[in-house]
């Protein structure tokens, strides 16, 4: 298996502008999930997938965050008119949905800086 | 509450001596999931071991281990022979119930020397 991939891992915005970010993940892993980080801190969870349906969302996520998964494949974050608290880490996993672990893989995540 | 408390936010340890990285836990759901990840500099989420509430052993993965007190609500990971590679900030993060998110810790540096 190859494992989770972002794209890209650095993106420079000014405020106001709108960015989208791709998640790919591990092949036959069914849940998808979006954590976005920020300095000094831990992962927060954000929004999960399970193939194509979104069954929770954070509060975290305002109404300028929309995340899609079309296909049950492939995923989108895309932030609208971002703001410099958008600055932070987005990071996607993804999990086979099993009985016991469901360990959650990550990817390499997107560097967001909004200046 | 903290759901997770790692309470120390940096080491410094001697290469090839033994770590313990602290973890406590809080939640009333007798079905969790703990985790270790390890993240680099380089900002990748690695996995590194896991133990469920219900297994009966402490988990091991290689130079890993989960010195799992459950009446203490504790999850402590254990680093042998620590190497210069396991320099990076380590999380340590649960899953309770059938809740399917991950929450993690504020993580805690670890710096090895040589």
């Known amino acids: 298996d190859t494992g989770v991939s972002q794209d890209p891992r650095h993106k420079i915005t000014k405020r106001g502008q709108n960015v989208t970010f791709r998640c790919d993940p591990i092949s036959e892993h069914n849940r998808l999930y979006w954590y976005r980080q920020t300095l000094g801190q831990g992962p927060e969870f954000l929004t999960y997938f399970q193939n194509e349906a979104q069954l929770e969302k954070s509060r975290l996520l305002s109404n300028r965050f929309s995340a899609e998964r079309p296909k049950g494949s492939f995923s989108t974050l895309e932030i609208q008119r971002t703001e410099q608290g958008d600055s932070a880490m987005y990071l996607c996993?993804?999990?086979?949905?099993?009985?016991?672990?469901?360990?959650?893989?990550f990817g390499p995540g997107t560097r967001l800086t909004v200046l | 509450a903290q759901k997770i408390t790692q309470t120390q936010p940096g080491m410094f340890v001697q290469e090839k001596e033994a770590v313990t990285l602290d973890c406590t836990y809080d939640?009333?759901?007798?079905?969790?999931?703990l985790f270790w990840y390890k993240q680099p500099s380089s900002g990748e989420m690695i996995f590194l071991i896991y133990q469920g509430s219900y297994d009966q052993q402490n988990a091991t993965e290689g130079r890993y281990s989960l010195n799992f007190q459950k009446a203490r609500k504790s999850a402590n990971l254990v680093i042998s022979a620590s190497q210069l590679g396991d320099s990076a900030m380590y999380f340590c993060a649960m899953r309770e119930g059938r809740d399917d998110k991950i929450i993690f810790g504020k993580g805690t540096r670890l710096h090895i020397l040589p």
């Open positions: 939640t009333s759901d007798p079905s969790y999931g």
């Open positions: 996993a993804s999990s086979r949905l099993q009985t016991d672990t469901d360990t959650q893989y």
